[in-house]
């Protein structure tokens, strides 16, 4: 029998989305919960992600009026995930997502709204979306978490002159030169940040105010969040996890889990020797967005006890950037907005840039070869597509820092061959490349790809340009390349589970008071991405399911559902909409300053 140090009900490894809505909902069933961080701050990679989360048949949908359902959702994922995970697994997704939304709301200070428009990734197949199943956190002001706001994992990348914007509203960002909604965005988004500096408001967005609100109910309902905590092992009695042992201050302390265990830890983004056991390269652990305490102990220590593995293989990829003493960039607008492609060594197009981002990535492996290579692509751009659209970090019409030329992150240019030459790819081919792309952006057809013809691709589309709103030419010089490499989210495989979140054995049987959630769970996703936070979404619901199932399904809401506020109309954004361009020239003059500063 173990000496323990500290007795809980419910131990919760990880303070992601997953672990900090488990141990909230844990505790409000009546069992003692306590959450530990290997990390100085919590958050995990959800603090880093834009918090959105993928919530099929969601009660914000049905206010809306918009028709989605349990069957309609099950259709989807039958002809995106198909069967590569147990329908068993999938069904309990599609059950237990919009129930941990509704209760969320009804029971914390945790609040959605619908990124409206962010369509499914696969929205033309059978199920799907184009209005989009996706919904993101609303804003929250940080200083309601007192002291505690200083532990909350920050973003690693620097926003220009500290603006902070939703997933909806960086969208609408991106039109900022095109439409009157990206102006009235600007607008908005620029006097939020002059409040915020003026009145000293923490005012946080994306995965910061998701994880800010749990974190919040958290307090809410006194539970211990310990940071600096890494766990060592997995305590097994009788086949069965019993509790765990972890470093504190120095020193090793074994916690009893009464009820159980809930790994919630990450996955392995950042192990690079797990990653080249189990994963085709190239590939290198600093090219991933994901927390860097993701390093695969959670896992590993599950198969230690005997846990079965699935999809360790794949991983929520991305074409991602490495900007010179900056944090790796994740690019998701950028391969739609109009008068860009993404090229291989022979200058060729390989993929609809504006496809998934998974899926782009995955392109990459499947056609890379010593002869041919695709890792890294090449995106190019000219100075139009730079006076009109954000990359980046950099807003429209900013000038590239000089750092990003000298280094030879980005390449400049005045002719293609020679930006060619500069990349070490093919002169002819790009040229031929480019010229065939620029028929299509006038014809509107993209012949190759069918870039633009999904709802998807259009999302991040520029409406003004016709008429395709993905395609323009590549024409006006000077023209830019910028190396991608296959970045990523966080890692996908992990440790079997079943609809309750229980950890499986290699013979299917549960292992008795260990579950896992998020990254630290082989995804129901399977080797595809069906929709903007599919990540945070699984790994929220799961952690509700372990909760739920933990607590013996003594899980009740205990308030309403807040009526979701309503937005300006077209009308009014308009009319507001003239006064942007002051506060985005001051916006632009306060942008310039911190870059010569």
């Known amino acids: 029998m173990a000496n323990w140090d500290y007795a809980t009900d419910v131990l919760v490894v990880g303070s992601g989305g997953g672990g900090l809505t488990a141990a909230l909902v844990a505790s409000q ?17 959800t603090s880093l992600s834009g918090g959105g989360v993928w919530i099929p048949n969601n009660y914000l ?3 809306d009026g918009l028709d989605d359902s349990f069957e309609k959702a099950r259709t989807y994922l039958a002809h995106t995930v198909g069967d590569r995970t147990p329908q068993a697994l999938q069904d309990a997704y599609l059950k237990h997502a919009p129930e941990m939304v509704e209760y969320l709301v009804s029971n914390s200070q945790v609040r959605f709204q619908r990124a409206v428009g962010y369509a499914d990734y696969y929205p033309e197949r059978p199920g799907g979306m184009a209005d989009g199943r996706a919904l993101e956190p609303t804003p929250y002001d940080g200083r309601k978490l007192g002291a505690d706001l200083e532990g909350l994992r920050r973003l690693e990348i620097e926003v220009p002159a500290g603006l902070a914007f939703t997933i909806s509203e960086y969208n609408k960002l991106g039109m900022i030169t095109s439409t009157w909604e990206g102006k009235w965005t600007a607008l908005r988004v620029g006097l939020r940040t002059i409040y915020n500096m003026i009145t000293g408001v923490h005012f946080l967005t994306l995965g910061n105010a998701l994880i800010a609100r749990l974190r919040a109910s958290l307090q809410d309902a ?3 969040v310990w940071l600096n905590t890494p766990l060592k092992e997995l305590v097994v009695e009788d086949g069965a996890v019993v509790g765990v042992g972890v470093e504190r201050d120095g020193q090793h302390v074994r916690i009893r889990a009464n009820k159980g265990v809930i790994l919630a830890a990450g996955g392995f983004a950042h192990n690079q020797a797990m990653r080249e056991e189990f994963q085709r390269g190239p590939l290198n652990a600093a090219w991933s967005s994901a927390n860097k305490g993701n390093t695969g102990d959670a896992i590993q220590l599950g198969i230690d006890v005997g846990a079965a593995i699935d999809l360790m293989d794949d991983v929520w990829w991305g074409p991602s950037s490495m900007p010179p003493d900056e944090p790796v960039m994740f690019h998701v607008g950028e391969r739609s907005y109009p008068g860009a492609i993404i090229v291989n060594a022979a200058g060729r197009r390989f993929t609809n840039e504006a496809a998934s981002y998974v899926d782009v990535v995955h392109t990459m492996y499947e056609l890379h070869t010593d002869e041919v290579p695709h890792i890294p692509a090449t995106f190019i751009m000219d100075q139009r597509y730079r006076n ?17 030329i000298e280094s030879g992150y980005v390449k400049r240019a005045d002719t293609l061959e020679e930006l060619a030459k500069q990349c070490g790819i093919d002169p002819q081919g790009l040229v031929e490349t480019v010229e065939r792309f620029n028929h299509f952006a006038r014809t509107g057809v993209d012949e190759d790809f069918g870039r633009g013809e999904s709802a998807y691709d259009r999302y991040y589309g520029d409406p003004t340009v016709k008429p395709n709103p993905n395609l323009a030419p590549i024409e006006e010089p000077p023209f830019y390349a910028v190396q991608m490499v296959p970045g990523d989210l966080g890692t996908k495989g992990g440790l079997v589970i079943d609809e309750h979140a229980r950890v499986l054995r290699g013979s299917g049987t549960p292992i008795p008071g260990l579950y896992a959630v998020g990254n630290t769970s082989a995804s129901v996703m399977g080797n595809t991405y069906p929709g903007p936070g599919s990540t945070i979404g699984p790994s929220m619901a799961f952690g509700y399911a372990a909760a739920k199932h933990i607590a013996e399904g003594d899980i009740r809401p205990i308030g309403a559902l807040p009526v979701p506020r309503r937005d300006l109309t077209t009308g009014q954004k308009v009319a507001i909409g003239a006064a942007a361009l002051g506060v985005i020239g001051a916006v632009a003059y306060f942008i310039g300053r911190r870059r010569r500063s």
């Open 29 to 45: 069933a009546g069992l003692k919960t306590l959450v530990v961080e290997k990390t100085e701050a919590y958050g995990g990679s």
């Open 61 to 63: 949908l049905r206010h």
């Open 222 to 224: 006194g539970v211990p």
């Open 388 to 404: 009109k659209y954000i990359f980046g970090t950099l807003f429209p019409m900013q000038p590239i820092p000089e750092r990003y």
